[in-house]
């Protein structure tokens, strides 16, 4: 299956979407949410992710995020990852949780910033009918709704530290007229259909205006579409390699080094393939993957696995 285009770039902004695996879930109960937003937290430490707006369902996930360090990848495959590792351990289970790589599309907060936090407010209600209204005897069962950001932005509640509501601006210039305005907004979707920002997506990746368009496919070039493209300031993913090849040198668990030289350091499983004796790195992948199942049981690897993460953490 063809990867993901990845368009990575400084202040970039992003609609992020993940199932669970064969859209089983991903949350079983409450504990499961609570533990995922810690780990959106850290993530927003450690990566310096600006998330805008979020919500979450039983068994999938939406994001708006901003990603100052043009980091992506490296960030949301960190929550997802460090996230499985953890539900895996609190449910006695191992194997993927989630249903492939997360999806992620380009956006124009400016313009589109207002649709896409109703959208992704209006999950828990919208029907799986696209052409059918919100039913209006829904909107208590929305309004108690604990695990998205809509109470934060109604302002029904303290908004974590890790939350930014800046995107309030788009509704009012006052935070009480922001909020105002954002709750006759939300509103005056009950009754009716939502409709789909997805419907103007430009090439499958792209949700703004003709010069963020351009700018995408300045970035992807000429390259074969499904092939994942980053563009990280070289500098930037060269420290973040170089800083974990030198955590491992000494490492004497093989398969630790590998694991931290592809998921903390980025680099390419063929890349290391070729230095470790695999014959491709399928085998590479196929190792980095035994050694997280292996990890959701063993607590002194899950702690090497930790410790190394925190120590390869560059912060610019």
């Not at 609609?15 to 609570?34: C, L, Q, S």
């Not at 563009?231 to 030198?246: F, L, P």
Request: one cysteine or more.
């Amino acid at each position: 299956m063809a990867r993901p285009v990845r368009v990575e770039f400084e202040g970039a902004i992003y609609h992020v979407m993940a199932r669970g695996n064969e859209r089983r879930p991903i949350f079983r109960d409450d504990t499961d949410r609570k533990r995922f937003l810690d780990t959106l937290a850290e993530a927003v430490e450690r990566f310096g992710l600006v998330v805008h707006a979020y919500c979450l369902m039983s068994n999938h996930y939406h994001l708006l995020v901003e990603t100052p360090r043009a980091n992506l990848s490296q960030a949301l495959g960190w929550v997802q990852t460090t996230y499985t590792v953890r539900f895996n351990r609190r449910h006695r289970r191992s194997g993927h949780l989630f249903q492939g790589r997360f999806k992620a599309q380009l956006v124009d907060g400016q313009t589109y910033g207002k649709w896409l936090v109703q959208y992704v407010h209006y999950n828990p209600v919208r029907p799986r009918d696209r052409a059918e209204p919100i039913p209006r005897e829904r909107k208590r069962e929305w309004e108690a709704y604990p695990w998205s950001s809509h109470r934060d932005y109604a302002g029904r509640r303290t908004a974590p530290k890790w939350l930014r509501l800046e995107w309030l601006r788009l509704w009012g210039k006052t935070v009480s007229e922001a909020r105002a305005e954002y709750a006759r907004d939300m509103d005056s979707g009950f009754g009716k259909p939502v409709n789909s920002p997805w419907e103007q997506l430009r090439g499958g990746l792209v949700l703004g205006t003709t010069a963020l368009w351009q700018k995408a496919r300045k970035l992807i070039g000429r390259k074969a579409a499904g092939e994942e493209h980053r563009w990280s300031e070289r500098h930037g993913k060269q420290e973040i390699r170089d800083r974990v090849r030198a955590l491992v040198e000494r490492e004497a668990d093989v398969r630790i080094a590998i694991w931290a030289r592809v998921r903390l350091g980025g680099e390419r499983g063929v890349e290391v393939a070729r230095e470790q004796g695999y014959k491709d790195g399928s085998g590479v992948t196929q190792a980095v993957k035994r050694l997280e199942q292996k990890a959701s049981k063993n607590k002194a690897l899950r702690t090497r696995l930790d410790e190394l993460t925190n120590l390869s953490i560059v912060k610019r």
